[in-house]
């Protein structure tokens, strides 16, 4: 049987929508986004909200940054706007799930703001805080519950919410929470959702897993894609520095003193690594705070305030922390630690050039992390630039994929470049990078155990901005 043009084998062709008002919006809303400042819709936001505003299903198709939060926010208020009646006790009528706490609020905010002139009610429900006053809340009912997957299991558990009521479902941000594992808690959780509602569904990749969740849960749903997958946003300026590890430190407390840098965000793959570089950091004298899962909601909060207020000038994090993180003027992200998805590559420096500025993004790249690289290369289907760097390697291979290079040998191990079988980010006196005997590569120690970058770095800046 021949699929409808509305089906996600076949691109949508919206109507034309040059401004809010050609949306045929309630005036509360009109009214608030004019105080918001918005004007024009973006792609995503004129593609879906005359569909949404039917009642379709949808499968959008976007990056972090490109307006999809307004995008299904606008027509769940435009929905509620024009009833009277209210939610229920115990009850959610709309229902959006976040991966994680960070995306959660952020989303709650945007509707608070385009909702502010409009009697709805809503709640942000996330792990990491007490229990008792989400459950007191939801036992209230609310118009709209924004939550994450795992912490609304346990508030139903505890009867706080049931979802027998809920008339829209919205699930965001879809590769984000398979790779937390979320997809038991959301199989749970969509079970308990009544057959006849409308379905949103937002993914900035499409894998088979993905739209295989997506065809159990949609009708009919209308397919939007606001840009290709996996493309980065052209306005990121990108490069990449060949590192030995033990450098990478130090390599970035160089480049931190760019007065260029003025919001820095670094990313890590680790929660241990996060830390590890914000206390180095900060013993160099740099405002800095690490954002991660171990940390409590409120050190979160209040790392990403004194982030948007520029009190914070380097805020380091991991991926699954991140998602969420809405700040216009991020001026660098650092790759500190390649990902191991190359996707997540393109939503880490999605964090700059954002709200039509301009952004930087620099990635270390360890001998061990060739294949990484290559992989990201792939990806977003261009060669990253090298950067020359006084502590970058020298004598790096040429690596461009489209020449067929490979950094990897057989069984996906590292090649080796010197006789022997030792690789060639050990040094000349055979010891490694991160011995005890301080090798070649190690950073030199000063009086009290600290590299020695630390004590210049604190006599070059004197009274500089970035201190404490």
């Given amino acids: 049987m021949q699929a409808s043009r509305s089906s996600p084998l076949y691109p949508y062709e919206s109507p034309i929508v040059t401004t809010f008002t050609d949306l045929n919006l309630s005036a509360p809303i009109l009214k608030a986004l004019a105080q918001e400042g918005y004007e024009t819709p973006t792609p995503i936001q004129a593609k879906s909200i005359p569909d949404l505003l039917k009642g379709r299903d949808l499968l959008g198709i976007a990056q ?3 307006g999809k939060t307004a995008a299904f926010a606008i027509p769940i208020l435009e929905h509620f706007a024009k009833k009277t009646d209210r939610a229920a006790r115990g009850t959610a009528r709309a229902l959006i799930l976040a991966p994680t706490r960070e995306l959660a609020s952020q989303i709650g905010e945007s509707f608070k703001s385009y909702g502010r002139f409009l009697k709805v009610t809503r709640a942000v429900v996330f792990g990491g805080v007490s229990l008792g006053k989400q459950i007191e809340i939801l036992r209230g009912g609310v118009d709209v519950l924004i939550a994450t997957p795992g912490r609304l299991v346990d508030l139903i558990d505890r009867r706080a919410v049931t ?17 937390l594992g979320f997809i038991h808690a959301i199989r ?16 900035a990749t499409m894998p088979k897993e993905i739209a295989g969740l997506a065809a159990g849960l949609l009708s009919d749903p209308v397919r939007v894609e606001v840009a290709p997958v996996a493309t980065t946003v052209e306005r990121v300026n990108q ?10 430190l130090t390599l970035l407390a160089e480049l931190l003193k760019d007065n260029n840098m003025t919001r820095t965000l670094v990313f890590t793959r680790t929660k241990h690594g996060a830390d590890k570089v914000m206390k180095g950091l900060s013993g160099g004298g740099f405002t800095t705070a690490a954002i991660h899962g171990n940390k409590s909601q409120a050190n979160r909060e209040r790392a990403l305030a004194g982030f948007k207020q520029g009190k914070i000038l380097v805020l380091v994090a991991t991926d699954i922390a991140a998602r969420g993180i809405d700040v216009d003027a991020v001026s660098h992200v650092v790759n500190y630690d390649l990902p191991h998805v190359p996707e997540s590559y393109v939503h880490r420096i999605g964090r700059t050039a954002r709200a039509g500025a301009e952004g930087t993004a620099i990635a ?46 057989k069984g996906g191990k590292p090649k080796q470049h010197r ?18 005997g301080g090798g070649q ?11 020695n970058w630390m004590k210049d770095l604190g ?10």
Avoid: W
């Fill in 163 to 179: 979802l027998a009521n809920v008339e829209i479902f919205v699930l965001d941000e879809v590769d984000q929470m398979l790779d």
């Fill in 459 to 468: 006599k070059r800046q004197g009274g500089n901005s970035r201190g404490a």
């Fill in 239 to 248: 490069s990449v520095i060949h590192v030995e590890p033990a450098k990478k």
């Fill in 419 to 436: 006789k022997g079988g030792a690789p060639n980010r050990n040094h000349g006196n055979g010891q490694r990078p991160h011995g005890n």
């Fill in 364 to 409: 270390f790249c360890t001998p061990e992390d060739r294949g990484l690289l290559r992989d990201i290369e792939k990806t977003i289907r261009m060669p990253v630039p090298v950067m020359d760097h006084a502590l970058s390697m020298k004598n790096v291979p040429a690596f461009a994929p489209s020449h067929g290079y490979n950094p990897m040998g």
């Fill in 64 to 66: 972090t940054g490109t």
């Fill in 188 to 203: 749970k959780l969509t079970a308990m959702l009544p057959k006849q509602r409308q379905n949103l569904f937002f993914s």
């Fill in 441 to 451: 590569g190690a950073p030199k120690r000063g009086e009290g155990g600290k590299p």
